[in-house]
């Protein structure tokens, strides 16, 4: 079962603007990930955040993570046109140890 | 220096046929990974690998077949091939077994279309 979703599928913005993506999940978990991914390319890691961790950042991106409410965000601030790329959440599942990916938010910067 | 290298990267062939896609890291990982991802980006772990050992084996076609020579390599042949392998592969290494606890470096990708 497809354990992360995020929302918005699909987000335009424009340069200099923050983007905001959120992921949902059902079931407890020990960490989430964050990763980008360009077209035609393969996946990039972002962030790890542990579910233990309230809060991460990495250069303009902060993750969040609320596990009372099983989500997280992932805040782009000043976005550039290079940021244009899928953005997906991964969860792993306490059972199986299986990392499931959810389909993505399709970030579109416009310079 | 490419990491985890993925060949080729596309992949045009019939149904019926039998291909092959390779993958190799030069990361140092011990456990590597095949995922599938549909039309839709929808991303799904097929197998992974630790040290040449499966471990990871999920609900996946017997015409679907990894090889792990050394743990450095792991590689995928697909028999019979079918309309509905249409679809972007991609070849992955982490540090440890343990999906979640450490990053997946991820290839670029086999797009397999098959006709």
């Known amino acids: 079962s497809q354990q992360g979703e995020e929302d918005p599928q699909a987000l335009s913005i424009q340069e200099g603007e923050n983007a905001t993506m959120n992921c949902s999940y059902k079931t407890s978990i020990n960490n989430l990930q964050w990763y980008r991914q360009n077209s035609g390319r393969g996946l990039v890691h972002l962030i790890l955040?542990?579910?233990?961790?309230r809060e991460k950042h990495s250069g303009r991106l902060r993750v969040t993570l609320d596990t009372s409410k099983k989500s997280s965000s992932l805040l782009i601030t000043a976005s550039r046109a290079a940021d244009t790329a899928s953005y997906f959440c991964?969860?792993?599942?306490?059972?199986?140890?299986?990392?499931?990916f959810g389909q993505g938010t399709e970030l579109s910067v416009k310079p | 220096d490419t990491a985890v290298s993925q060949t080729p990267k596309y992949l045009v062939t019939q149904m019926g046929n039998d291909k092959s896609i390779k993958c190799e890291q030069n990361l140092g990982h011990d456990t590597m990974y095949w995922y599938k991802q549909d039309s839709k980006k929808f991303l799904k772990i097929m197998f992974s690998y630790n040290n040449k050992e499966l471990i990871i084996n999920e609900t996946v076609p017997n015409r679907f077949s990894p090889k792990s020579p050394d743990k450095a390599h792991l590689n995928l042949h697909i028999n019979s091939l079918e309309l509905g392998d249409s679809a972007v592969y991609f070849c992955?290494?982490?540090?440890?077994?343990?999906?979640?606890?450490?990053?997946?470096?991820f290839g670029n990708g086999t797009r397999l279309t098959v006709t």
């Open positions: 955040i542990r579910s233990n961790e």
């Open positions: 991964a969860t792993d599942e306490n059972q199986g140890g299986k990392l499931i």
């Open positions: 992955a290494s982490s540090q440890v077994p343990i999906q979640g606890q450490s990053p997946l470096h």
